[in-house]
């Protein structure tokens, strides 16, 4: 009985809030907010508040703009990217500088230790892959597969050490070029030449842009 009481209370509060908020556009025609007919119609449905559509005009988003959620595609807050918008930014803008922000000082140190780290914090395992396949393979063969033609004790082959450190600075110098592109014309265009490389081999066409 109880539970029956609580939901009959918060249905009516339910249809109480539609009433008022119905009411608060009674009498509003599209033309006079500055937004179309259809987008009115999608601020009713949608139940949004005339205060937040007014603040959402005031800011220069329109209705259809702020349905389709960019902040999500942009990886920000709702807030975050309202705030920016206030500010006369552009998505493009607000991607940038939160990139920008998000950008990690240390990710090039750490990835000239562990090739391949950079790429997979940002989402590029098959770039990552290499470089770390790469990086690995020449740790293991500079201690299996030692130079055994000269008399006495076996001696690394001095290849396999090369190819590790070939691994460590292109993983390192590809991760600092993403990490300041930003500011750097030239390192982006560096960055998308490298893009369009063929992820297999990518160690050794890095080796000849460092």
Do not use: C
Request: charged share 25%; hydrophobic share 40%.
């Amino acid at each position: 009985m109880r539970n029956i009481l609580v939901s009959t209370g918060l249905g009516l509060l339910l249809l109480t809030a539609q009433a008022v908020r119905a009411d608060e556009w009674e009498g509003t025609k599209p033309e006079d907010l500055g937004i179309s007919m259809d987008e009115f119609r999608m601020v009713r449905e949608k139940g949004m508040s005339r205060n937040t559509l007014m603040h959402l005009l005031e800011v220069g988003v329109s209705p259809n703009e702020y349905f389709s959620e960019p902040w999500k595609k942009l990886g920000v807050t709702e807030d975050h990217w309202l705030s920016e918008k206030k500010a006369g930014m552009e998505d493009d803008d607000i991607n940038k500088a939160y990139r920008k922000g998000q950008s990690n000082s240390m990710d090039p140190i750490i990835s000239f230790f562990l090739p391949g780290y950079y790429h997979y914090r940002t989402h590029k395992p098959y770039v990552g892959l290499g470089f770390s396949t790469v990086a690995a393979a020449g740790v293991a063969l500079t201690f299996l597969h030692k130079d055994e033609s000269v008399k006495g004790e076996p001696t690394v082959r001095v290849i396999y050490p090369i190819i590790v450190l070939i691994s460590m600075v292109g993983s390192a110098g590809y991760a600092l070029v993403q990490t300041r592109y930003l500011d750097n014309q030239e390192a982006q265009r560096f960055s998308y030449q490298i893009d369009l490389l063929p992820e297999g081999g990518i160690a050794s066409r890095l080796a000849m842009r460092f």
